[in-house]
T-cell receptor
Framework: GEDVEQSLFLSVREGDSSVINCTYT??????LYWYKQEPGAGLQLLTY???NMDMKQDQRLTVLLNKKDKHLSLRIADTQTGDSAIYFC??????????WGAGSKLIIKP | DTGVSQDPRHKITKRGQNVTFRCDPI?????LYWYRQTLGQGPEFLTY????????KSRLLSDRFSAERPKGSFSTLEIQRTEQGDSAMYLC?????????FGPGTRLTVL
């Protein structure tokens, strides 16, 4: 079946760039998403990319898609303490449902 | 636009009881999804509506689970004869097309 994998933890210093990586198995995925989840809060859609694109930039966020390797990454420039959260990669499967990774916890060091 | 709302936010119940959760989507979003999330995991798809039609149910959804969206607006998810393994966060999302917007979730604890 379809699978999405992410590294579980990432630790960066405040002001540095964070890069969160994701791999997926379903080559027919048309949309790929990044969501942010803060403690006690719901899932916030950060950005998404269509499969015919290889890059999308939105303010401090840059999404890179390598469709050949089925690899998606999210880069957060100038990481701030407010960026501490769990980041989920999700890909759209059949019937528009989302298939999710287990989440990557971003820890910010002062 | 007030976003997706879910009620209740927390529910504690005893094993064997029935529970019902409600989701109010963003108005005019025709698609509505239910997911379940356990600690340390990403959400798992449960079921999906387009307007009032339930178009897909996950194999995860046992016959104790039922969902409705009677008028194509709000939706309810009912769990009958709850089991301890049903303890999780139940998430609702609505979608106009290619993006899904999530509510805050209902946290269910089955004792």
């Amino acid at each position: 079946g379809e699978d999405v994998e992410q590294s579980l933890f990432l630790s960066v210093r405040e002001g540095d760039s964070s890069v969160i990586n994701c791999t997926y198995t379903d080559s027919s995925s048309t949309y790929l998403y990044w969501y942010k989840q803060e403690p006690g809060a719901g899932l916030q859609l950060l950005t998404y990319i269509f499969s015919n694109m290889d890059m999308k930039q939105d303010q401090r966020l840059t999404v890179l898609l390598n469709k050949k390797d089925k690899h998606l990454s999210l880069r957060i420039a100038d990481t701030q303490t407010g960026d501490s959260a769990i980041y989920f990669c999700a890909v759209r499967g059949s019937n528009y449902q989302l298939i999710w990774g287990a989440g990557s916890k971003l820890i910010i060091k002062p | 636009d007030t976003g997706v709302s879910q009620d209740p936010r927390h529910k504690i119940t005893k094993r064997g009881q029935n529970v019902t959760f409600r989701c109010d989507p963003i108005s005019e979003h025709n698609r509505l999804y239910w997911y379940r999330q356990t600690l340390g995991q990403g959400p798992e798809f449960l079921t999906y509506f387009q307007n009032e039609a339930q178009l897909e149910k996950s194999r995860l959804l046992s016959d104790r689970f039922s969902a409705e969206r009677p008028k194509g607006s709000f939706s309810t998810l009912e769990i009958q004869r709850t089991e301890q393994g049903d303890s999780a966060m139940y998430l609702c999302a609505s979608s106009p097309a290619d993006t899904q917007y999530f509510g805050p979730g209902t946290r269910l604890t089955v004792l």
